[in-house]
């Protein structure tokens, strides 16, 4: 076959330069691609002829793989990172999952599930750091809640160890302080169905269908909820300058078995706030995970058997591929550049515990 890269140059240089000489060949062309410049420009001429043969740049494998995304990709390849990953993380920042409007509450959680690659993470609005709910994961029996007919139950923990099974008659409630004349916002994670009652201590009943925004009533009022999935719930309500206190009581549904766990009462703030909740339970340990949590601080430690019995599995929990950053750091550097301006977000990672720790 010709090498019309080399004959090229050799052809537009005049009779008088020693085309044969060893300089020459060296540095420009020889007959057998040799020619430092001749190589060069022969790469070149084999990256075009592929980018022209293959339409779409992820498409590409190999050694031709690397040349693309050292022309294209602002992403560092990380050294465990496999092809698949790696396009992953860098089709996040071009394809958005389809989006075509960036910086959306939406766009921002499938961002999140599909670099992870966890479905269980959840965008919720109108949040903040301080919480007025005790024992709002329900973790601790006989703190800040008054169980009636329901029970702590693993099968009902939507993060941690344990969350409330509501079934027959049951309720669980509790009480809180607040200020009046304020803005609120109570969140809580259900999986079935449930009724909610918030009632001031007047004995008046929060009914959001009265009035502009809602109003307290004296007739009962019980708002429903149904989920057949774990999903967040935020409820809004507002106090006026009577209101110092509210009870929440959740309860149960006739027809329905349900779980409520991840309570959370927060007074609203002046800007928009959003928080966003990545849960994880057990270990994945697959090749092609762009990132996965496991204990320990090193891939030596994930590489033996895992007791699950130990407590510092949780504290120690790291996202491999990161560089050993913690996993609230990593998701709080990615809000940090994804959420629109002006709006604050707030990172929680928890962790739901596995099914085999008994």
Not at 118 to 127: M, W
Not at 272 to 288: C, H, K, Y
Request: hydrophobic share 35%; net charge negative; with cysteine.
């Amino acid at each position: 076959m010709a090498n019309s890269i080399g004959d090229f140059i050799r052809s537009i240089f005049p009779s008088m330069v020693n085309r044969n000489g060893k300089t020459f060949k060296a540095l420009l062309a020889d007959e057998k691609g040799g020619g430092t410049i001749e190589k060069i420009f022969a790469e070149l001429e084999e990256t075009r002829k592929s980018w022209t043969d293959v339409h779409s740049i992820y498409e590409t494998t190999g050694e031709m793989f690397e040349k693309t995304m050292d022309v294209f990709s602002v992403l560092t390849k990380l050294s465990a990172d496999t092809e698949e990953a790696y396009l992953n993380r860098l089709k996040l920042l071009f394809y958005r999952n389809g989006h075509t409007l960036w910086g959306t509450a939406y766009d921002i959680l499938d961002i999140f599930k599909t670099l992870f690659k966890n479905e269980n993470v959840y965008l919720v609005n109108n949040t903040d750091t301080s919480n007025l709910l005790v024992n709002s994961t329900f973790e601790k029996e006989n703190s800040g809640w008054q169980l009636n007919n329901c029970s702590y139950e693993r099968e009902a923990r939507f993060e941690g160890t344990y969350g409330v099974s509501l079934n027959t008659n049951g309720t669980v409630s509790q009480s809180v302080n607040l200020k009046s004349e304020s803005t609120y916002f109570l969140h809580f994670f259900l999986k079935g169905a449930i009724k909610l009652k918030i009632t001031d201590n007047n004995g008046r009943f929060w009914n959001p269908g009265g009035g502009d925004i809602g109003t307290w009533a004296s007739i009962e009022h019980n708002m429903s909820f149904t989920s057949t999935d774990w999903d967040n719930i935020s409820v809004f309500f507002a106090t006026d300058k009577t209101v110092t206190a509210v009870t929440i009581e959740f309860s149960y549904s006739i027809g329905e078995h349900s779980f409520i766990d991840y309570a959370r009462l927060n007074e609203k703030t002046g800007a928009s706030t959003f928080s966003l909740i990545a849960v994880f339970e057990g270990v994945v340990n697959e090749n092609n995970k762009t990132a996965h949590f496991a204990p320990g601080t090193s891939d030596e430690e994930f590489a033996g058997n895992i007791d699950y019995s130990k407590a510092s599995y949780f504290d120690n929990t790291f996202i491999f591929g990161s560089a050993g950053m913690t996993a609230e750091k990593v998701y709080q550097e990615l809000l940090d550049i994804l959420q629109p301006g002006g709006v604050t977000g707030f990172v929680e990672v928890l962790t739901k515990e596995s099914d085999d720790i008994k």
